[in-house]
């Protein structure tokens, strides 16, 4: 009935629901009708007329048609509608399969030709997956069927998710399956799932069924609003597929064995011991209300070595930037004086200002490189009362040494000009330890300067929604405590400031590792030959993606071949219209691997 699809299934049943434009029925009917199969069996009950008159007579001459009707639907589960067409299952090998299902083109062709007679597709557990798991042994025979209520946290690297598609040889079922099948419903009754008839089976140790690993191969079972939204962007046209994906700024976890080289993280903290910290605290940190913005201060002001009176903690850098951009024009004593920015950058900064309001300054050179100079002199004679500053930047990855930062800031001191130095990926850069502005000296040095810095990106954290921001303005940052909610931090945000000090040498070893990782992998994105590589201090690479190629073909490519997400960035302000672009994440080594592999092999 997909009652958790709400109005995508008031008037039709869940294979009527369309996916990108298809109904499900459709694409799966249109996938066995290249199967050689003698006929498909339908079994209909809610909303059961209306799909079988919708399919009329479409198929005619490619599949046959046939249906049986659960009248009783409502009240059963899907081990009577199978009851109901246990002859059929008796008459031929047979094909089982569930409507809800979205599958990949070869999974169908997979089962076919599998030499095994009776056989069930499974994928290895993922965090999204829910129903039927499996466990099997060295050869591939299922041992256990574990639902839903018998499933254990602690076993989930040993399980594979059924993908509710199955192959049952005739003998199979006349001497197994549908025997126990009459057995069970007369047993439990009729209001049960039919994978507890083959649960049962496989407790008896005969190694009646096997299990297919599909692999990397794309699936997707359609339950509810949210799977229908993933299915959509898994299963999407060439022509829409970035619009999608980038369209969902994140949460790319849901998605299967998906590698995300967009985000930008730390890939090598926090350490194993942090986690395991954070972990033991879970309940209490789930069912317990976070400290207000006086506690969270004080642990911010812990964390980074800056007074309570010059930071303030952030549900994520995005909630600081907000208050920030509106607050800094009405502080200042020039009435109309506008804000300057340097493109390419992170648009989520002059995003907060029409364009009448930004002054933009754009390096005049092929790889977008500029220097604490060339801004004073661009800016120098600019109306502007505040100067935004990335360092590194984003997606260049330009870097402007703390000498010259604090250059500049001074220069802006100087004309009464805010400097708004965003430093989140300042810790990948050489030397980092000495590279931070986060210090009571310096921020009293330059009280026109604020300093932001997203935890989510230096300390692998995205999840926990963390940044801070920091200056001697003591009247900026009490107006910016005003502005954002008294309890704008989770616990978790709050217990990882809490802990942070003890794993401060963990963070250290980890931007370490992070800097020799990035040069070794910016000398393999080197032996690309439609690349050219911009030189850069950050977590990322801008890349120019060389003619005749453009990036948009490339990040398909990468996504439907490779299963790695990767950002276009041709047509980003500030970069050549004329050029293509694609901006790389850095993340461990295996993975970093696996993208040059997958970078090689579109160049063949």
Same mark, same amino acid.
């Given at each position: 009935?997909?009652?958790?699809?709400?109005?995508?299934?008031k008037?039709?049943?869940?294979c009527?629901?369309?996916v990108n434009?298809?109904?499900?029925i459709d694409?799966?009917?249109?996938?066995?009708?290249?199967?050689?199969?003698?006929?498909?069996?339908?079994?209909?009950?809610?909303?059961?007329?209306?799909?079988?008159?919708?399919?009329?007579?479409?198929y005619?001459?490619?599949?046959?048609?046939?249906?049986?009707?659960?009248p009783?639907?409502?009240?059963t589960n899907?081990?009577?509608s199978?009851a109901?067409?246990?002859?059929?299952?008796?008459?031929d090998d047979t094909?089982l399969?569930?409507?809800?299902?979205?599958?990949?083109?070869?999974?169908?062709?997979?089962?076919?030709?599998c030499?095994?007679p009776?056989?069930?597709?499974?994928?290895r557990?993922?965090s999204?997956?829910?129903?039927?798991?499996?466990?099997?042994?060295?050869d591939?025979n299922?041992v256990?069927?574990?639902?839903?209520?018998a499933?254990?946290?602690a076993?989930a690297?040993?399980?594979?998710?059924t993908?509710?598609?199955?192959?049952?040889?005739?003998?199979?079922?006349?001497q197994?399956?549908v025997p126990?099948?009459?057995?069970?419903?007369?047993?439990?009754?009729?209001n049960?799932?039919?994978?507890?008839?083959?649960r049962?089976i496989?407790f008896?140790?005969?190694?009646?069924?096997?299990?297919q690993d599909?692999?990397?191969?794309?699936?997707y079972?359609?339950d509810?609003?949210?799977?229908l939204?993933?299915?959509e962007?898994?299963?999407?046209d060439e022509?829409?597929?970035?619009?999608?994906?980038?369209?969902?700024?994140?949460g790319?976890?849901?998605f299967?064995?998906?590698?995300?080289?967009c985000?930008?993280?730390?890939p090598?903290?926090?350490?194993?011991?942090?986690?395991?910290?954070l972990?033991a605290?879970?309940?209490?940190l789930?069912?317990?209300?976070p400290s207000?913005?006086k506690v969270?201060?004080?642990?911010?002001?812990?964390?980074?070595g800056? =007074?309570?009176? @010059?930071? $303030? /903690? #952030?549900?994520?850098?995005?909630? +600081?930037?907000?208050v920030?951009?509106? %607050?800094?024009?009405?502080l200042?004593?020039?009435e109309?004086?506008?804000?300057?920015?340097i493109?390419p950058?992170f648009?989520?900064?002059?995003?907060?200002?029409?364009?009448?309001?930004?002054?933009?300054y754009?390096?005049?050179?092929?790889?977008?490189r500029?220097?604490?100079?060339?801004?004073?002199a661009?800016?120098?004679?600019?109306?502007?009362?505040?100067?935004?500053?990335?360092n590194?930047?984003?997606?260049?990855?330009n870097f402007?040494?703390?000498?010259?930062?604090?250059?500049l800031?001074?220069?802006c001191?100087?004309r009464?000009?805010?400097l708004?130095?965003?430093?989140s990926f300042v810790?990948?850069?050489t030397?980092?330890?000495?590279?931070?502005?986060?210090?009571?000296e310096i921020?009293?040095?330059?009280?026109h300067?604020?300093?932001?810095?997203?935890? =989510?990106?230096? @300390?692998? $954290? /995205? #999840?926990l929604?963390?940044?801070? +921001?920091?200056?001697?303005?003591?009247? %900026?940052?009490a107006r910016?405590?005003?502005?954002?909610?008294?309890?704008?931090?989770?616990?978790?945000?709050?217990?990882?400031?809490?802990?942070?000090n003890?794993?401060?040498?963990?963070?250290?070893?980890?931007?370490?590792?992070?800097?020799?990782e990035?040069?070794?992998?910016e000398?393999?994105?080197?032996?690309?030959?439609?690349?050219?590589v911009?030189?850069?201090?950050?977590?990322?690479?801008?890349?120019?993606?060389?003619?005749p190629?453009?990036?948009?073909?490339i990040?398909?490519?990468?996504?439907?071949?490779?299963?790695?997400?990767?950002?276009?960035?041709?047509g980003?302000s500030?970069l050549?219209?004329?050029?293509q672009?694609?901006?790389?994440?850095?993340?461990?080594?295996e993975?970093?691997?696996?993208?040059?592999?997958?970078?090689?092999?579109?160049?063949?």
């Amino acid at each position: 009935m997909g009652r958790r699809l709400g109005e995508y299934t008031k008037n039709n049943t869940k294979c009527m629901v369309p996916v990108n434009g298809v109904r499900l029925i459709d694409r799966l009917l249109e996938q066995l009708s290249r199967t050689d199969l003698q006929r498909v069996v339908i079994v209909v009950g809610y909303k059961g007329k209306e799909l079988m008159d919708y399919i009329g007579s479409r198929y005619d001459g490619r599949v046959k048609i046939e249906f049986a009707e659960n009248p009783v639907y409502d009240k059963t589960n899907n081990i009577y509608s199978l009851a109901l067409v246990k002859e059929q299952l008796q008459e031929d090998d047979t094909l089982l399969i569930e409507s809800d299902l979205i599958l990949s083109d070869r999974l169908i062709p997979m089962l076919v030709d599998c030499e095994d007679p009776n056989v069930a597709l499974v994928a290895r557990y993922e965090s999204w997956m829910d129903g039927t798991m499996v466990e099997i042994d060295q050869d591939r025979n299922i041992v256990n069927f574990i639902p839903k209520e018998a499933f254990n946290y602690a076993n989930a690297g040993s399980y594979y998710k059924t993908v509710n598609i199955y192959k049952f040889s005739r003998e199979f079922s006349r001497q197994k399956y549908v025997p126990f099948l009459e057995a069970y419903t007369k047993s439990v009754g009729n209001n049960e799932y039919y994978e507890n008839v083959l649960r049962i089976i496989s407790f008896l140790n005969n190694h009646d069924l096997k299990a297919q690993d599909i692999g990397k191969e794309q699936w997707y079972e359609i339950d509810d609003k949210q799977d229908l939204d993933i299915a959509e962007a898994l299963f999407v046209d060439e022509k829409d597929v970035l619009r999608k994906y980038y369209g969902r700024y994140g949460g790319y976890w849901r998605f299967p064995q998906m590698l995300d080289f967009c985000y930008l993280v730390n890939p090598y903290f926090p350490s194993r011991r942090m986690k395991d910290e954070l972990r033991a605290n879970f309940d209490t940190l789930l069912t317990e209300y976070p400290s207000g913005m006086k506690v969270n201060t004080l642990l911010a002001s812990k964390c980074f070595g800056v =007074s309570e009176d @010059y930071i $303030v /903690p #952030g549900n994520g850098a995005a909630e +600081l930037i907000k208050v920030l951009m509106s %607050l800094t024009p009405t502080l200042s004593e020039r009435e109309g004086a506008k804000t300057g920015f340097i493109r390419p950058t992170f648009e989520e900064y002059p995003n907060r200002y029409d364009d009448n309001s930004q002054v933009t300054y754009v390096p005049q050179n092929s790889e977008y490189r500029y220097t604490a100079d060339d801004l004073m002199a661009f800016f120098g004679d600019k109306d502007v009362c505040q100067l935004m500053l990335i360092n590194p930047d984003n997606p260049s990855g330009n870097f402007i040494p703390k000498t010259d930062v604090m250059r500049l800031a001074q220069w802006c001191e100087e004309r009464g000009i805010r400097l708004v130095v965003d430093e989140s990926f300042v810790d990948f850069s050489t030397d980092y330890a000495t590279n931070s502005l986060l210090s009571d000296e310096i921020l009293e040095a330059y009280p026109h300067m604020a300093v932001m810095k997203s935890i =989510s990106k230096s @300390y692998g $954290v /995205p #999840g926990l929604r963390l940044g801070v +921001l920091a200056s001697a303005d003591k009247e %900026l940052i009490a107006r910016i405590k005003k502005e954002v909610s008294i309890w704008n931090l989770n616990s978790f945000a709050e217990f990882f400031m809490q802990i942070y000090n003890k794993y401060e040498k963990d963070y250290q070893r980890a931007c370490e590792k992070f800097v020799v990782e990035r040069d070794d992998f910016e000398r393999q994105l080197r032996t690309i030959p439609f690349f050219h590589v911009m030189p850069s201090q950050a977590n990322y690479f801008l890349c120019e993606v060389l003619p005749p190629y453009k990036a948009s073909e490339i990040v398909i490519s990468m996504l439907k071949k490779h299963n790695i997400l990767t950002r276009d960035c041709s047509g980003k302000s500030g970069l050549d219209p004329n050029r293509q672009y694609m901006r790389i994440a850095v993340r461990n080594h295996e993975d970093n691997a696996r993208l040059i592999e997958g970078m090689k092999d579109f160049s063949k």
